[in-house]
């Protein structure tokens, strides 16, 4: 056995496509299920929310505009990575959480085959969430549903690889683009994540991910003028009163979700309704 | 060339209107001791004394819903409820005339528009919903949708029968049971609507009206026994709303405020546009959400549209609200006419130009004239607020772009227009705007087929169509 020490990696956020330091400074111990330090992640403040803001708002035309073929062959090629680099994720979880190589490896491939299930969706949840409407009049009326804008996300402590895939996937496959805090125990694995996005032709901005405490940024997520959305299933029961009391300032769509459905991705779409004459 | 009209007054003999109404409760009129008036906007003239709801009368309204919900509507198949829906549509058609004079004494709205628009809207939306009951399978909202429970729904002043019927409809054929409170200056024609529930021997508890004003709207919207809140109104109260149920599971529809953008490209087709700017902001008074109150007229043109739209004004007949030949009747309540003359104080002093045909507007009653204001900036309160009357806040552009940029500049998204003759800008133009409903070439359409609601500020959830249905259902996915 060599006597090398290994090159350990800084753990930072994911922002505009980069990966900065939190812009306060601040770390927090991770440590894994025997008690052992881990690493010490990015404890993302109110600002590096904002920054994460702009970049998604400013990556939201682009990403909304790209065609929904295109996006599903995004949405694969982060499943490719991914596939790619499963060892890794896996060792990750393991280390992290302790749980079995096992059920570690299934969350994994789990989390493979969710992104590939969402990016064959991305060409057909308009045919499923849209309609034209026979209207009592010479008049071409059809409805189609579109992207929100910029959708926040809090993903579950656990899984935190497959529930962080769970929040942004959905979010991400009509158009939106997507500020996530990732699950405050177990960070790494949405970090590792953020380069496989980096490498997948994902435009910077379309997914942001953080790594701090609920408690200190979901309220900010609910207050901020500019975010559309917000997915609290990360977040407990208790607190989703208080974060939709404050949501209501701009009337934001929070919803929390149990399981993978179409039905996530149609919550954070709106429908618009056009109507045209019919006329020689 | 002046066209002079004789009057031609719609009668009034074939309403009844009585002295006093109590609430409609578990399928009877219950009385009830506290009364506020209801007055005829044009007239100032109190037409009845009506109920004013405290706790105990939402309490027993929620009761009966809660008791026709669990024991007769929520086990009834939906082939039969659908059933009780259409004699509900066909009762309405029978007495249509009667609701169209009753909703103009009321509101204040022309009788052309009450007779063509709300009431036959408000008979199609049950039409269109009864169709839906025996086949909520199949609307793409689960194999086995259920109701909610019972739904408590408040409606404003503008379309009173037509947003009682965009409530009540899909709540009933969703399976659901309802307590319905209309806005406080125009409770008659759901009073009215009450008698053809009997009419159409509907169970008792299935609806139930109960009057007042914004505190019996806090009662519904906090109490316990509701699941569901539907409201249509202001974006300030939806915001209330959406803070007070916060903390409970009521699932919440809103249907908010409205700044709309009407944008006319240089390519539009100028006469049908400017009738179309005319539907867009003087229909109703201007008491419409989705009004096209922000014109946004591309500046080559911008000066023949404007002249020509003057000319329009000119000719805009402004007055008695049962005159046949009327085109803008009275503004809905006196609260609502100082909140419009405010505002346009306000488009004084920010510099905005200020325009409006000679008009002789009647000694009594509430009206307020077709009005534009020129030079309009986007950082002018007249360009940002809704003023809910029947004023028109003029802005131009240059490019396309800055067009979209405008119009998309307003934490509201209910509705814009776009006025165009090519097809490929149209479509590129409705792409980019921020609204839930797009009309181009055309303004102010609606339809029970239509999914109508709004982006941002403008609300929660889609009345009309397949869309509106899901906000009466159980959710697929999402608590």
């Excluded at chain 1, 992104?115 to 309609?131: E, N």
């Excluded at chain 2, 908010?256 to 490209?265: E, H, P």
């Excluded at chain 2, 229909?283 to 009004?291: D, I, K, L, P, Y």
Aim: hydrophobic share 40%; proline share 5%; with cysteine.
């Amino acid at each position: 056995m060599s006597n090398r020490i290994d090159v350990k990696k800084t753990y930072k956020l994911y922002i505009n496509g980069a990966f900065p330091r939190s812009e306060s400074g601040r770390t927090y111990e991770v440590k894994n299920a025997k008690g052992v330090f881990v690493a010490n992640p990015c404890l993302a403040s109110r600002k590096d929310l904002r920054d994460a803001v702009v970049a998604a708002r400013a990556a939201h035309a682009g990403w909304n505009k790209v065609t929904a073929y295109n996006r599903g062959q995004i949405l694969y090629r982060i499943a490719e990575m991914l596939e790619g680099r499963r060892g890794q994720f896996v060792e990750e979880i393991v280390n992290v959480t302790g749980v079995s190589k096992v059920k570690a490896d299934k969350e994994v491939t789990d989390s493979i085959d969710r992104l590939v299930w969402y990016a064959g969706w991305t060409d057909k949840i308009a045919s499923l969430a849209g309609s034209t409407n026979p209207v009592a009049g010479p008049f071409y009326n059809f409805t189609i549903p579109e992207s929100m804008g910029v959708v926040a996300a809090i993903a579950p402590e656990t899984p935190s690889l497959l529930g962080l895939i769970d929040v942004i996937a959905p979010i991400i496959t009509s158009g939106n683009t997507v500020v996530v805090l990732a699950s405050t125990k177990a960070p790494l694995s949405a970090m590792t994540f953020a380069e496989v996005l980096a490498t997948s032709d994902l435009p910077a901005g379309v997914i942001n991910i953080l790594t701090g405490k609920k408690d200190e940024i979901a309220p900010w997520m609910a207050s901020h003028m500019d975010i559309d959305a917000l997915d609290i299933s990360g977040l407990p029961a208790k607190k989703h009163a208080e974060i939709k009391v404050a949501g209501a300032e701009n009337l934001k769509r929070i919803h929390s979700f149990k399981s993978a459905d179409p039905g996530r991705i149609i919550a954070f779409m709106e429908a618009k309704t056009v109507w045209h004459p019919i006329g020689l | 060339m002046t066209f002079e009209y004789a009057p031609a007054p719609e009668s009034r003999a074939i309403v009844t209107i009585k002295p006093k109404y109590g609430h409609f409760i578990g399928g009877k009129f219950v009385a009830c001791s506290k009364h506020f008036p209801t007055i005829n906007p044009a007239t100032e003239e109190v037409l009845s004394q009506i109920a004013l709801a405290g706790k105990a009368d939402v309490d027993a309204a929620v009761k009966a819903a809660r008791k026709a919900y669990t024991t007769t509507w929520s086990k009834m198949s939906g082939k039969e409820r659908g059933k009780y829906l259409y004699r509900i549509a066909r009762i309405m058609q029978e007495r249509a005339r009667e609701f169209a004079v009753l909703e103009t004494l009321d509101n204040g709205k022309p009788i052309r528009e009450s007779r063509d628009t709300d009431i036959p809207l408000a008979a199609a939306h049950f039409f269109y919903h009864a169709g839906w009951a025996d086949k909520l399978e199949y609307a793409g909202l689960g194999t086995s949708p259920k109701p909610l429970g019972v739904a408590g729904q408040i409606i404003p002043w503008n379309f009173p029968l037509l947003m009682l019927a965009w409530k009540v409809a899909p709540a009933l054929a969703a399976g659901n049971t309802v307590v319905l409170k209309p806005a406080e200056s125009t409770p008659l024609t759901a009073l009215l609507f009450a008698e053809v529930c009997q009419q159409a021997e509907l169970p008792a508890g299935v609806v139930n009206i109960v009057t007042g004003d914004g505190s019996t709207g806090a009662l519904i919207v906090n109490h316990p026994g509701i699941d569901k809140i539907a409201f249509t109104g202001s974006t300030e109260v939806g915001k209330i709303i959406a803070r007070a149920v916060a903390p409970t599971n009521k699932s919440v529809t809103l249907e908010l405020g409205g700044k709309a953008a009407n944008i006319v490209f240089d390519d539009a087709p100028i006469d049908e546009t400017v009738e179309g700017i005319v539907n867009g902001i003087f229909f109703n008074q201007g008491h419409v959400c989705c009004a096209g109150s922000r014109l946004l007229l591309q500046e080559n043109v911008a000066e023949e549209v404007l002249h020509k739209l003057k000319n329009r004004m000119e000719k805009i007949r402004v007055g008695d609200p049962m005159d046949k030949n009327t085109d803008v009747g009275a503004i809905n309540s006196k609260e609502q006419l100082a909140k419009i003359i405010e505002l346009v104080a306000v488009g004084d002093a920010e510099g905005a130009e200020r325009w409006s045909p000679a008009c002789n507007l009647p000694s009594k009653g509430f009206w307020f004239a077709p009005t534009i204001f020129t030079g309009v900036t986007q950082a002018h309160r007249i360009a940002r607020e809704e003023i809910f009357g029947p004023v028109l806040s003029v802005l131009t552009f240059r490019t396309p772009q800055e067009a979209i940029e405008k119009a998309n500049n307003t934490p509201f998204g209910l509705s814009a227009g776009i006025w165009s003759e090519k097809g490929s800008r149209t479509l590129w133009a409705s792409q980019q705007l921020r609204a839930g409903v797009i009309w181009a070439n055309t303004f102010n359409k609606f339809d029970p087929t239509s999914p109508f609601g709004g982006y941002k500020e403008s609300g929660w959830g889609r009345e009309g169509g397949r869309h509106g249905l899901a906000a009466y259902l159980k959710g697929v996915s999402h608590e």
